[in-house]
């Protein structure tokens, strides 16, 4: 019988149940074990902040970011020899505006020895923001951007120029029996609403794919083309806020019938035809540890409107990161980004890295605890309204960080807290915390660097805790609680 013959009597390798990773360990790290007692002890004395555990005593996941925590390849290792730190021009320089042009467009990458320079490396996501808002901010006063839902530094960035950031987040976000796909949508009514009443004083508007502030949701084709409509009809222009753009348009792969037979690398451009710029973190989908880029299209409704600002820009660029040909980025950090950009449009890695996350969330759900599902692409989200609902817990009892406590001192997971101590405001003249619309904690999952088993360990302890929910202690800040972005900063004790 010929070899070829064998492949129709048996199963097809496609239908087994279970796959193995597209990926080997390339190098790995053992981790010292840490015990229960030396890890509690830790956690008092860091004031039961997670962000100042030391990650060196995590024995189990780190779930607290998947920015910048990327474990990359072995061509990216390799490619790190590659980088040529020169101050001006450096050879990773030219292969970056190769790559950005191939992915996004070359509207995005102008040759700025014949053009003018519309593409602006900074050294991550915030300082790209920092840069567009302060240069916005000056455009005029009671000014509003509205979006599917800003990020936490994007929304500072905006409120540090006094522009209001608006977040119009779906109706499907907020309904927990809905299987929309596209939870991270923008709510079109609204936004309609918004440009008839106010179209003069928003400056731009910004969609953030996938949603990380709307439980990391994704943005459907549809939307996008939607939004950018509306806000090109008022000539205003749109920007993504694109750091997880690739994981973005793998859910449109997979839900949008209409692009079902076409290749991320298609829909990517697709998506990227309909805005006027964008804003990025590499940290997520640039898969590196530093680096992020603001680029403005040519001809579009941003460059048209403001064709000051990318001088402002550069200037900016010059004060604060480094000349633009590497911005705030070393050399070799360029020529990592410019092979992580490679990757990470790649089917085989998007699919075992969105299974992973999807899969750790059915485990989850399996064992009865309340997650936003379906999950995005990037992290988990515990809905810690309904993880307390049968036990006394109020929302300034801040539930959310005695359990994140309790996950990384009892079992060395670290998770995040993003909900009514995150995103609530406590207001010193009256007393009194205002709590925002969704309280969440966050299992944020690192790209390619943890296993199954790792995950499957991280669901059980997180269910020995929600079986133990009512001994949950409640929480108060003994410092920090009326400061701004105060997760980064309180220390708490439990009551
Ligand atoms: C959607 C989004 N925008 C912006 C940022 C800011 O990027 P960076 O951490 O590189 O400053 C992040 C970071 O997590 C993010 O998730």
Redesign the pocket.
Request: glycine share 14%.
């Given at each position: 019988m010929a070899v070829k013959d064998l492949n129709k009597i048996f199963p097809k390798e496609d239908s087994l149940l279970t796959k193995p990773r597209p990926y080997v360990n390339h190098s790995v790290e053992f981790k010292h074990p840490y015990s229960v007692k030396k890890r509690m002890e830790v956690l008092e004395k860091s004031g039961m902040n997670v962000f100042n555990f030391p990650a060196e005593m995590i024995t189990g996941v780190d779930f607290l970011?998947d920015?910048?925590t990327t474990t990359m390849t072995n061509k990216q290792w390799a490619s790190l020899h590659l980088g040529d730190e020169s101050y001006g021009s450096n050879k990773g320089y030219f292969q970056l505006k190769k790559q950005v042009q191939k992915i996004f467009g070359k509207e995005f990458f102008n040759d700025p020895n014949k053009q003018k320079p519309n593409a602006f490396i900074f050294h991550?996501?915030?300082?790209c923001?920092n840069a567009l808002f302060s240069i916005i901010g000056r455009l005029g006063t009671g000014l509003i951007i509205p979006s599917n839902g800003h990020?936490d530094?994007?929304e500072a960035n905006i409120m540090a120029n006094k522009i209001q950031a608006l977040n119009l987040f779906s109706k499907q976000l907020k309904d927990p029996l809905s299987n929309y796909h596209f939870k991270g949508d923008m709510d079109v009514d609204k936004l309609k609403d918004l440009l008839k009443k106010s179209h003069k004083k928003i400056p731009m508007g910004f969609l953030?794919i996938t949603n990380?502030t709307g439980g990391g949701q994704p943005v459907s084709m549809n939307n996008v083309q939607q939004v950018s409509a509306l806000m090109h009809k008022y000539d205003l222009p749109l920007f993504f806020?694109a750091?997880?753009f690739s994981e973005n348009a793998w859910f449109i792969k997979k839900y949008d019938k209409n692009y079902r037979n076409k290749s991320i690398k298609e829909i990517v451009k697709k998506m990227f035809t309909y805005v006027d710029g964008f804003?990025i973190?590499f940290?997520?989908d640039g898969l590196v540890n530093m680096g992020?880029g603001l680029f403005i299209k040519e001809d579009g409704y941003f460059q048209k409107k403001y064709p000051q600002i990318a001088d402002q820009i550069i200037n900016l660029q010059i004060l604060t990161e480094g000349h633009p040909t590497y911005g705030g980025m070393s050399g070799r950090d360029i020529m990592a980004l410019v092979e992580g950009l490679k990757t990470v449009v790649e089917l085989q890695y998007l699919d075992y890295r969105i299974n992973q996350v999807k899969t750790f969330c059915k485990s989850l759900v399996d064992k009865g605890i309340p997650v936003l599902t379906p999950p995005g692409g990037h992290a988990v989200y515990l809905d810690m309204n309904k993880f307390f609902e049968d036990t006394d817990k109020k929302p300034g009892d801040f539930g959310g960080i005695a359990f994140t406590a309790l996950l990384l001192g009892l079992y060395g997971h670290r998770a995040c807290e993003l909900g009514n101590f995150a995103f609530g405001t406590y207001n010193s003249k009256t007393k009194k915390e205002t709590f925002p619309e969704v309280n969440f904690v966050r299992f944020a999952i690192p790209r390619l660097r943890y296993e199954q088993q790792d995950l499957e360990a991280a669901a059980e302890s997180i269910k020995v805790l929600y079986d133990y929910r009512k001994q949950i202690p409640s929480v108060k800040a003994i410092y920090g609680k009326e400061l701004s972005l105060r997760h980064f900063k309180a220390k708490f004790k439990f009551k």
């Open positions: 970011s920015s910048g991550q996501g915030r300082s923001e990020f530094t994007t953030t990380n806020d750091c997880r804003t973190s940290k997520k992020g």
